[in-house]
């Protein structure tokens, strides 16, 4: 994209996000020398150029302008990840807040000046204001399972929906407050996909009984991934040495009251939700508006550009409810399944048990 705007082959510093052959913590490419270098075996002349967020890439090309009607001589600044602008966007700069990414992946990111690892052999990325790290614990597969459930649970919630021109979030969302906290014994571990550490680990619901519902089981999915962010925020807090006191969400599922408020009664502390789930798109507009001189800091621009619009209250009771179930039963779900999930992949592994015997 940067190539056919500019003309250029050029990234962000801060865009360099993935399992790349880059050092994080020096924020440059790894050079031939370094221990990493043959797990990617990419030629060093393949690897294209990098700057800091907050810097040009280049300017809007005479012929691009004329296809896309950007103005042609315009710069493109750098900015970074959809997660780190998010972070930013939500005013999480170097304080003692956190930033809950509530999309297909559910994330918790900080930001910090120190390079904190969130996990052994697992990167702190570049943040989106120079100087900074965002250290992320993420929920793979995340809000995605509420799509998952939709499509493959939740017919009659649709079909309801499309009869009021509401999306079936909505519907579905109502049900969540006539659903006590714990979803009346069933817990979920939102192991949908392979994790880097825990590569045997599978996705798992317990404590069915006759009295649970669907809207049981969509409760103790959005639980599930509030679960894994609790777990995810403790070990950051641990790894960075510093409480967490405030959290702000962002993302599709942070448009839920609901969910806004069982996230805050997971974690035990105020979620604040600023004027549009696009935080992406604000944090890297604060990037450009800095980099132009429109605001003095990043300070400045998060004044005047973040606004939190809804705050929710953790309730006390309801907190150590959830407390409880973590501590108690949560934590000790994957210790007491790993063996049978490792027995099970050496079952369905075996020639009679895979997909292609009918």
Request: proline share 5%; glycine share 8%; with cysteine.
């Amino acid at each position: 994209m940067v190539y056919r705007l500019t003309g250029k082959i050029v990234d962000s510093i801060a865009s360099q996000v993935a399992h790349l052959p880059f050092d994080y913590k020096n924020k440059k490419w790894h050079s031939p020398t370094n221990i990493m270098y043959p797990v990617f075996n990419v030629e060093k002349e393949k690897l294209s150029d990098l700057i800091e967020p907050g810097e040009i890439f280049g300017y809007i090309g005479k012929e691009i302008s004329k296809e896309t009607l950007i103005k042609e001589g315009l710069p493109l600044i750098a900015t970074g990840s959809d997660k780190g602008c998010e972070t930013l966007g939500c005013g999480v700069l170097n304080n003692d807040m956190a930033s809950l990414s509530f999309g297909t992946s559910a994330t918790v990111q900080v930001s910090t000046a120190d390079y904190v690892e969130p996990d052994k052999m697992l990167p702190a990325y570049p943040g989106v204001v120079k100087g900074t790290y965002n250290p992320e614990v993420q929920v793979f597969r995340g809000y995605w399972m509420v799509s998952w459930f939709k499509k493959e649970f939740a017919e009659k919630e649709v079909l309801k929906a499309n009869e009021l021109g509401v999306s079936p979030e909505i519907i579905l969302n109502e049900t969540l407050k006539d659903i006590p906290a714990g979803s009346e014994g069933l817990m979920l571990q939102p192991y949908w996909s392979p994790l880097l550490k825990l590569p045997e680990a599978k996705g798992s619901i317990i404590g069915f009984s006759s009295e649970h519902t669907r809207a049981h089981v969509y409760k103790a999915i959005i639980e599930g991934i509030g679960y894994g962010l609790v777990e995810g925020l403790r070990r950051l807090e641990k790894n960075m040495g510093q409480k967490i006191n405030c959290l702000t969400v962002s993302g599709g599922g942070s448009q839920s009251d609901e969910i806004c408020q069982i996230t805050a009664d997971m974690f035990g502390i105020p979620v604040r939700r600023i004027q549009t789930y696009e935080a992406c798109g604000l944090g890297s507009s604060m990037v450009a508006f800095v980099s132009m001189g429109i605001f003095k800091d990043y300070q400045e621009a998060i004044e005047n550009m973040v606004h939190y619009k809804t705050e929710f209250i953790p309730n006390k009771q309801v907190h150590e409810i959830y407390e409880e179930l973590y501590s108690d039963i949560y934590k000790n779900i994957y210790h007491y399944l790993r063996p049978l999930y490792k027995k099970m992949r050496q079952i369905t592994k075996r020639k009679g048990a895979s997909k292609d015997v009918k």
